[in-house]
Structure formats: structure tokens, C-alpha cells
T-cell receptor, first 112, second 115 residues
Framework: ETGVTQSPTHLIKTRGQQVTLRCSSQ?????VSWYQQALGQGPQFIFQ???????GRGNFPPRFSGLQFPNYSSELNVNALELDDSALYLC???????????FGPGTRLTVT | GESVGLHLPTLSVQEGDNSIINCAYS??????FIWYKQESGKGPQFIID?????DKRQGQRVTVLLNKTVKHLSLQIAATQPGDSAVYFC??????????????FGRGTQLTVWP
């Protein structure tokens, strides 16, 4: 176990809805990175938060947004859900921006 | 561009045999490479890493080889066990520039170990 937790475990939403996913980082870690993993694919980088600021973003539209709190936990928000947003969403925490990333178990999002 | 790919999507081995999983990368600026293991229903788990100033690194039953000339990475698992059955990903990252700290993953290789 990495000490990184995510909630909820599974989620089913309808196209057009909004969703919020949560991640609690490992103790002592100030950086959280979010990844999207489609079925049969490797994780794709969404964005990273370092000390409550966005520190880099992958090729995802603005309807993907995030937040990091003073305790370094983080949220991923997705607006106007599309069918292609169905995936496993992973968060990873690290001691700093370059540190080893420890992954949580993920949230499985299904959009119908 | 920045991409990491794998040569084989599946690999089946007999218990006790050695396994070799290969990976190609295209970004010459990448200076840090990691192998992850992902079991069903779980997040990726760190196995071993290697920096670009090294050719080889060994861990417990695992060895990573890096060939920068041909941009190739491999993971060798000795005496493969049923518990090694999982999807294996290589990932690359850079410690500098605008992509600092981002991990780029390939598709993965499904390793199945038969008793």
C-alpha cells in the first residue's frame, strides 16, 4: 500500500454531468499528479499540483480542472462529461515535483 | 515527440523462467526511466528506475537495461513467479524544462505466468 487514497472507487455519470474526484496524498508529500488511464492504455498525464499551484498540464481541455488544498490533498473536476471520459483516474503523490510518484488505486468513472 | 511505446502487448512465460519486457522511447531529452507493475484493480506500483547516465541497474530479481543509442529500455525478471502476473509499463520523464516531473507511459505489456 502506498498511503495514497482516492474516492470514490467507482462512479457512473451521464453525459453532460459534472464529477469531482478526490485524492489524499501520502504524509510528507506536497505534490499531486493526476492521470487518465483508458482501458488497455497507459496512464496519460492530466496535470500536476505543487504546493497548491498547478505545475504543468497535459493535453486535456479546460473542462478538466483541479485543486490542491493546504493539507496537499487534491480534487479533479470534470465538467460536461463525454463518453470518452470513461476511464480509470489515478492520482500520484510525491515529496516534490521530481520525486518518486506513489499511485493510489484509482477511481473508475463510467459515462453513459 | 514525447512518446513511450512497447514492442509486445502480451508475454506468457513458465514459472521459474526469466522474463524480458521491452520498451522503446522517442524523447532524447528524457533522463529518468521507471518500470511500473499494475495488477488488476490497483494503481501502478514502482518496480525499479534508472537514470540516463547509467546502462544497467539491478534490484531484487529485476534488472533494467538502458540503451540510449537506440532509445531502448528493458526489464528482466528472474525466476518469474505467478505473483509477477500483471501489466508492466515503462515510463519516462525529464528533470528539466516545461515537462519537468511529468510521467509519459507506454501502452503496457500483459505478463502471464503459467505454473
Amino acid at each position: 500500500e502506498t498511503g495514497v487514497t482516492q474516492s470514490p472507487t467507482h462512479l457512473i455519470k451521464t453525459r453532460g454531468q459534472q464529477v469531482t474526484l478526490r485524492c489524499s496524498s501520502q504524509s510528507g508529500h506536497n505534490t499531486v499528479s493526476w492521470y487518465q488511464q483508458a482501458l488497455g492504455q497507459g496512464p496519460q498525464f492530466i496535470f500536476q499540483y505543487y504546493r497548491e499551484e498547478e505545475n504543468g498540464r497535459g493535453n486535456f481541455p479546460p473542462r478538466f480542472s483541479g485543486l490542491q488544498f493546504p493539507n496537499y490533498s487534491s480534487e479533479l473536476n470534470v465538467n460536461a462529461l463525454e463518453l470518452d471520459d470513461s476511464a480509470l483516474y489515478l492520482c500520484a503523490s510525491s515529496r516534490d515535483r521530481l520525486g518518486e510518484q506513489y499511485f493510489g488505486p484509482g477511481t473508475r468513472l463510467t459515462v453513459t | 515527440g514525447e512518446s513511450v511505446g512497447l514492442h509486445l502487448p502480451t508475454l506468457s512465460v513458465q514459472e521459474g523462467d526469466n522474463s524480458i519486457i521491452n520498451c522503446a522511447y522517442s524523447n532524447s531529452a528524457s533522463d529518468y526511466f521507471i518500470w511500473y507493475k499494475q495488477e488488476s484493480g490497483k494503481g501502478p506500483q514502482f518496480i525499479i528506475d534508472i537514470r540516463s547516465n547509467m546502462d544497467k541497474r539491478q534490484g531484487q530479481r529485476v534488472t533494467v537495461l538502458l540503451n540510449k543509442t537506440v532509445k531502448h529500455l528493458s526489464l528482466q525478471i528472474a525466476a518469474t513467479q505467478p505473483g509477477d502476473s500483471a501489466v508492466y509499463f515503462c515510463a519516462e520523464t525529464s528533470g528539466r524544462g516545461s515537462t519537468l516531473g511529468r510521467l509519459y507511459f507506454g501502452r503496457g505489456t500483459q505478463l502471464t505466468v503459467w505454473p
